[in-house]
């Protein structure tokens, strides 16, 4: 059961380098993080821009000490947004590189007291995907009608590398150099991963991720497909690398609805639970049980959501949790503000329990149209979980000549925002592995 929950300000304001902050118009968007050893945890995330249309730029890595709120080790940018031709208007196109996802086992880290072969090998994924620059400073994605779409639709791909933390515990070493992320039979062209993988196993070898599939390879559409999957990473010893082995049978939603972000958990019971986003502007939420994540789900359960980005995830209080916005509960009418939390039956798929997250008009962040989403949960330390939240406004989101611009106060408000959630007994860890309980204490 959640005891508490705080609100704890930034968690990134800005990136610390120049270039990228938020005086050169970028403001954190995304982030995800895991830990890499006794001492040492991994924050990624990307950027957004004040002027852009929910397009993406760098993405970067924090290297924390003692904690996924540590203090800042080392800090680097893996990723620009790099121009590739000039469109017939001058406007530039380039690369948007965005929702970085991080799995892997921690340095020490063991299994019935032996020493794990795969600890120390970490998998980062990311979304590319083409965007126009403006002469006027604005972003945004290409139009449905741009007269080659079918061309650079066929850039939109997942890309992944591998890392390793280095001995000195001060930097990532990359194992595996940037490339693209290839389903091995042939079956799924363009999918993209939302969260963080689950193991698939107790000592960590293969990793399971839930993906959307697109079928119309000729969209432009980075988020709203009309399939969903399971893939499987396996670590090979002999490579000291990951490699995708597996991939599950495709499922489509009922009446081929358009779908966006999957969200995978697995039960103590062993069974898997799936969560899919509908795109519709209901924003239902189809729900899926089963004992083998890669034979298939069957039928859905229907929850009525609102629009908006949902994450779901076991807790480690041992409760199936959902984290949404829902604008049939909101009392000031925002779109995407609070956000709350709902235990979910995992039998029947019934929401009880409902608490709020994150609030910015109680908080009283400057913020009009606040969206607030976009969250992470990280690995509990001692009897509190630390959780990422993006808050933005609209505006950067989606520009329209009605919205306001974003004024100084505005931009100086919006990042990734950090809460602390308490339980009041830590049943459930997130990952299924050993890990020394020096590394759990965060000392």
Not at 131 to 145: F, K, Q, V, W, Y
Not at 156 to 183: V, W
Not at 212 to 218: G, I, K, M, P, S
Not at 373 to 382: F, R, S, T
Request: net charge negative; charged share 20%.
């Amino acid at each position: 059961m959640i005891r508490n929950i705080s609100y704890n300000g930034f968690f990134v304001d800005q990136p610390t380098i120049r270039g990228e902050q938020k005086s050169d118009g970028r403001c954190p968007n995304y982030a995800q993080g895991i830990q890499l050893s006794a001492r040492r945890w991994l924050l990624v995330y990307d950027t957004v821009h004040a002027g852009g249309r929910d397009c993406w730029f760098s993405i970067f890595y924090r290297l924390l000490d003692g904690g996924p709120d540590g203090k800042v080790i080392a800090e680097e940018r893996l990723f620009a947004t790099p121009p590739f031709d000039t469109d017939t208007d001058g406007a530039v196109l380039a690369l948007s590189y965005g929702e970085p996802i991080v799995f892997g086992v921690a340095k020490g880290a063991t299994y019935g007291g032996q020493a794990l072969p795969h600890a120390n090998h970490f998998v980062l994924t990311w979304i590319q995907v083409p965007i126009r620059l403006l002469a006027n400073g604005d972003s945004e994605h290409l139009p449905t009608d741009h007269p080659r779409i079918a061309e650079y639709a066929r850039m939109i791909n997942t890309h992944y590398l591998q890392f390793r933390l280095n001995d000195a515990e001060d930097a990532l070493e990359i194992t595996q150099p940037p490339q693209r992320l290839s389903d091995p039979t042939g079956r799924i062209k363009r999918f993209n991963g939302w969260t963080q993988p689950l193991p698939a196993n107790p000592e960590a070898s293969s990793w399971l991720d839930s993906v959307t599939v697109a079928q119309d390879l000729d969209s432009i559409s980075f988020a709203g497909h009309n399939g969903f999957a399971v893939i499987q990473y396996d670590f090979e010893p002999a490579r000291g690398l990951y490699q995708w082995r597996v991939t599950g049978d495709v499922g489509q939603p009922p009446d081929n609805t358009t779908i966006s972000e999957t969200n995978l958990a697995v039960l103590p019971s062993g069974d898997f639970v799936l969560a899919v986003r509908s795109f519709q502007p209901h924003g239902n939420t189809l729900w899926y049980r089963t004992s083998d994540p890669l034979g298939g789900f069957g039928e859905p359960t229907l929850a009525p959501d609102t629009a908006g980005q949902r994450y779901v995830w076991m807790c480690p209080d041992g409760e199936l949790r959902i984290f949404n916005n829902r604008q049939d509960m909101t009392p000031y009418g925002d779109y995407r503000n609070p956000l709350y939390c709902f235990c979910v039956d995992p039998e029947t798929f019934a929401y009880r329990e409902r608490a709020v997250v994150l609030d910015t008009r109680m908080l009283e962040l400057p913020i009009p149209n606040p969206f607030v989403d976009h969250m992470h949960l990280y690995a509990p330390v001692g009897d509190h979980q630390v959780a990422s939240i993006r808050v933005i406004t609209k505006a950067n989101v989606w520009r329209s000549d009605d919205e306001p611009a974003i004024d100084a106060a505005t931009w100086e408000a919006v990042g990734s925002h950090k809460v602390s959630i308490e339980y009041d007994e830590i049943r459930h860890r997130s990952f299924l592995f050993d890990v020394p309980e020096r590394a759990r204490d965060g000392v």
